[in-house]
Nanobody, 121 residues
Framework: VQLVESGGGSVQPGGSLRLSCAASGFTFSNYAMYWVRQAPGKRLEWVSGINGANSGTSYIDSVRGRFTISRDNAKNLLFLQMNNLKPEDTAVYYC???????????????RGQGTRVTVSS
């Protein structure tokens, strides 16, 4: 399993970023995928998930309406469009592979190296 995130950076509050995750080493469409984040000094936090066949999505309350998760199963890509970013969104964001086609995040799921997002004025 290989998961490589990209797209992080520094933005001002209200800005947007689009994170991408390139997946390889497994049949991408067969697995739910997630984005999780870890802010400095805080625990890992689940942010969003999407079922393997694009059949459903879910979000933590603090990002619902601002973030959109999507996937391209033909290209083995996972995305997180982040709009109206807030300073509290500052964290390292990780792409995570689930254990089945349907969401059921576990902290021991495979994840990438992460991409850093900083929201600051």
């Amino acid at each position: 399993v290989q998961l490589v995130e990209s797209g992080g950076g520094s933005v001002q509050p209200g800005g947007s970023l689009r994170l991408s995750c390139a997946a390889s080493g497994f049949t991408f469409s067969n697995y739910a995928m997630y984005w999780v984040r870890q802010a400095p000094g805080k625990r890992l936090e689940w942010v969003s998930g999407i079922n393997g066949a694009n059949s459903g999505t879910s979000y933590i309350d603090s990002v619902r309406g601002r973030f959109t998760i999507s996937r391209d199963n033909a290209k083995n890509l996972l995305f997180l469009q982040m709009n109206n970013l807030k300073p509290e969104d500052t964290a390292v964001y990780y792409c995570v592979k689930g254990k089945s086609a349907y969401m059921g995040f576990s902290e021991d799921d495979d994840r990438g190296q992460g991409t850093r997002v900083t929201v600051s004025s």
